[in-house]
């Protein structure tokens, strides 16, 4: 909630680490000054340091409230929406208020307040990769970039999954899907969550939803982590053509809902072939038990710090495609799979190990996530046994792994 008052007090005072004043000029309803390209590099060095706050109308020379146009506060708001959008890589989760505030005449004017929090991401803007020093952005040097793109990916010491998302706070959470993780004695307190790991504090002690909480305890994590989502897309043959698109949904939600609802979808445009034996036997085009490993796997363990990723989950007459964000972790080779076990997201996989498996299917689970690492040999075994067909695991350009599962011809094997 805003204190205007205090936020006068702090115009007055001038900018500083955490607050910037811009004016507005305007041509119609056109915003001239500040240059879109300004504005991006002011909002990029706010979130890839401790964040702060941006008020639109107000001069950061005299220190005065000038409003902005209250026949054009909308478009002005349109204006900073497209550049968060469009202007940042990955686009930044802005919270855009209006409110008003008194001018040097005591009037009430209109103004736009930008609360930009710390981001998960480093954030860049058509000028580079800026952070802000004082009441002015800096371009950071190499050296500089590098220990914050460090700071902020999977090689700190606390794994992505486990960090605090900014801007979340105990109250976002769901307390039912929270509870699924608690002894059933116990009360959904804060004390508890963050024994959880579920919550924790951040940089200020102020009690955030980590990462993993946001992705099984919140209704809509993509609200926070627009890319933790599964496209999925049947196509009417062997090619990927938009034209032969069968059937077509994006899933989010809580991480195991994602697997069940995908699920669904493959159930839907998978087809069962009659063998060729002289006594007809019917055989599934696909394994439905390497199907959910493979989905379950790809959400446990893709790279959730890779902003705008999505796990694409592609259906063709002959074969399965399923791309998941973020390269092997640590050693792992795509022939080693099957072998070794190494988790990117540990808290996430703790978490789906205590989720049950019954709105699957008969999957022969009774848990989304075993810890045993049987899920690459299911999917391995179960597809060659069905299509004899080895699946093919590939790392591209050492950001995304593919995995190809081979259909069945109908032959009998």
């Known amino acids: 909630m805003i204190d205007p008052n205090d936020l006068v007090r702090r115009i007055r005072l001038g900018e500083d680490s955490t607050l910037e004043l811009k004016r507005v000029l305007l041509a119609g309803s056109r915003v001239t000054d500040p240059s879109r390209r300004e504005f991006a590099d002011e909002l990029a060095s706010m979130a890839n340091g401790p964040g702060g ?113 900014p801007g979340t706070s105990v109250e976002d959470l769901d307390h039912e899907l929270a509870r699924r993780f608690i002894r059933q004695e116990s009360e959904v307190t804060a004390d508890v969550l963050g024994k959880l790991r579920i919550v924790a504090g951040d940089d200020n002690g102020v009690t955030r939803i980590t990462v993993a909480g946001v992705l099984m305890c919140t209704p809509e994590p993509e609200h926070w982590l627009p890319h933790a989502q599964i496209q999925a897309v049947s196509y009417a043959g062997e090619r990927r053509d938009v034209n032969y698109q069968s059937d077509a949904r994006d899933f989010s939600g809580p991480l195991d809902v994602q697997v069940v609802e ?25 394994s439905e038990r390497a199907i959910f490993e493979a989905l379950v796997n790809a959400v446990a363990h893709r790279d959730y710090s890779m902003a705008g990723a999505r796990i694409r989950f592609h259906l063709f007459w002959n074969r399965i495609e399923l791309y998941v964000p973020g390269d092997l972790a640590n050693t792992l080779t795509p022939d080693s799979m099957h072998l070794r076990q190494y988790s990117r997201n540990e808290l996430v996989v703790s978490l789906l190990a205590r989720c049950p498996a019954k709105d699957a299917g008969d999957i022969g689970r009774s848990h989304l996530m075993d810890r045993r690492g049987d899920g690459v040999p299911i999917i391995l075994g179960d597809s060659f046994e069905l299509s004899g067909r080895e699946p093919e695991y590939t790392v591209i350009d050492d950001s995304e792994l593919r995995l190809v599962i081979w259909a069945s011809d109908g032959d009998e094997k």
């Open 262 to 286: 995908a699920m669904h979808f493959a159930r839907r445009n998978i087809s069962v072939m009659a063998s060729k034996a002289t006594a007809r036997i019917d055989r599934p085009q696909f």
């Open 53 to 165: 706050t941006l008020v639109i109308g107000a001069d950061d020379r005299s220190h005065e409230v000038l409003g902005v146009p209250l026949d054009h506060l909308d478009s002005v708001e349109a204006w900073v929406r497209e550049i968060c959008n469009d202007s940042l890589t990955p686009p930044l989760d802005a919270i855009i208020r209006k409110i008003a505030l008194p001018n040097v005449a005591g009037e009430l004017v209109p103004v736009l307040v930008v609360d930009v929090a710390r981001s998960l991401f480093v954030h860049k803007s058509p000028g580079g990769y800026f952070r802000r020093i004082g009441s002015s952005k800096r371009e950071m040097s190499p050296e500089l970039l590098a220990r914050l793109f460090q700071e902020r990916s999977q090689s700190r010491v606390i794994r992505f999954d486990e960090s605090v998302v």
